[in-house]
Structure formats: C-alpha cells, structure tokens
C-alpha cells in the first residue's frame, strides 16, 4: 500500500537550532510532494511544495526541502528555527487522484 | 475572497444520529475533498470530488456519504454517527487535480464529537 512516514513524532529544539524533519514515500510512479504547517488552533497552511524541476524547493518562512528520488525522501530544513516555528508539519504525497498525508511532526521551539 | 468555509466548527452528537457537515468555497475549484484528522494518524482523506456531479471514495469513506451538486459545496454526510466518528475533519480545495495548481487550500475544521 502507498504510504508516506514521517519519522519522528515529536522534536523540541531551542531557537536558532538548525531543524530537519524526515519524510519518506513508498510511491513508485509520478509524485507531487508537500509540506504543510499547522499552527496551535488553526488550519492547515502549504509551506512548499515539489512539481517538477529542481530537487531543492524553497517555501515560506526560511524553509526548505529537497527531494531525492533515489531515496523516495522529501526532507523539510531550516537552518534557524524561532520559537513561532512552535507547529505540526505534514508531509504528503499525491500520486494521480491519491493524495495521502503522514502522521505528523509536532514542533516545539524553546525561547 | 473566504476560501473555504465550514460549518459548524463544533458539534456533538450521540450515537445513530445523523447530521451534515457543510463546506464551501469561492475560489471556482474544480478539485474538493474532506480529511479526517486523527492523533499519531496525520489526514486521512475520506472522499474526493473533481467536479460538480462526480465523486469518488477515499482511503475511510465508510459511514460517510458525499455529493456535488456545484462547484461551491461538497457536503459530508453522517449517515449515524458512531463513537469512531470522532474526530476533526477538514475540507480542502484546488485549482485543479493534476498540475502546478494542485496544492490544496485548507477550511478551518470542524470538530465532531460522538458520545
């Protein structure tokens, strides 16, 4: 079954750490990646995405992600994270109709 | 422009009632879709639709019914609830299916408490 696994469930950092969150899928075909933020009450917002073109993608707010086909990896970075980086992150990949969403990563900055 | 509207944002139910769950947006997308959101489950996409009058099953689509009768609405429909209902559900929208405008714009939530 299609799958996208976000290794870790919970990371703490203080700010002006560097931050890197894995994301792993098991499509094989065609795939359009994302992350998305969700800040404490709100809704999901995009942070970047992946259509075509160059691996490395930059979004919104300092964050990156490259995307490694070899290793079916879309890992999202920032160099220095802020304490309003304080969210849960999803990864998701969508393949034709499939769009499938991992578990999450919750983010928490300390000041 | 709203972007996409839900409502209600909360709702308790008791078990075997049914009720709907409204979505709508403005922003002439042709792709909808409801997510649940569960703990330690990410979103789970219950069902979809590409278009007005065309809908497909998700990855949880039981207990849930749709239809698409416009372009701006996509209700979900509790046919009668179940404790394992519970949960926060969000509609999402996109340009399109395929393609450069796939990234889906997100409504606020509603969160559906079954006892």
């Known amino acids: 079954a299609q799958s996208v696994s976000q290794h870790n469930h919970h990371v703490i950092l203080s700010e002006a750490a560097s931050l890197e969150l894995g994301c792993n899928y098991s499509?094989?075909?065609?795939?359009?990646l994302f992350w998305y933020v969700q800040y404490p009450g709100q809704h999901l917002q995009l942070l970047l995405k992946y259509f075509s073109g160059d691996p490395l993608v930059k979004g919104i707010k300092g964050f990156e992600a490259e995307f490694i086909k070899s290793k079916f990896s879309f890992n999202l970075r920032k160099p220095s994270v802020q304490w309003s980086d304080t969210a849960e992150y999803f990864c998701a990949v969508k393949s034709n109709n499939d769009m499938r969403f991992g578990a999450g990563t919750r983010l928490t900055v300390k000041p | 422009n709203a972007g996409v509207t839900q409502t209600p944002k909360f709702q308790v139910l008791k078990t075997g009632q049914s009720m709907t769950l409204q979505c709508a947006q403005d922003m002439n997308h042709e792709y909808m879709s409801w997510y649940r959101q569960d703990p330690g489950m990410g979103l789970r996409l219950i069902h979809y639709s590409v278009g007005a009058g065309i809908t497909d099953q998700g990855e949880v689509p039981n207990g849930y019914n749709v239809s698409r009768s416009t372009t701006e609405d996509f209700p979900l429909r509790l046919l009668s609830a179940a404790p394992s209902q519970t949960s926060v559900y969000f509609c999402?929208?996109?340009?399109?299916?395929?393609?450069?405008?796939?990234?889906?714009?997100f409504g606020p939530g509603t969160r559906l408490t079954v006892l």
């Open positions: 999402a929208s996109s340009k399109e299916l395929a393609g450069i405008y796939n990234e889906q714009f």
């Open positions: 499509y094989g075909g065609t795939v359009n």
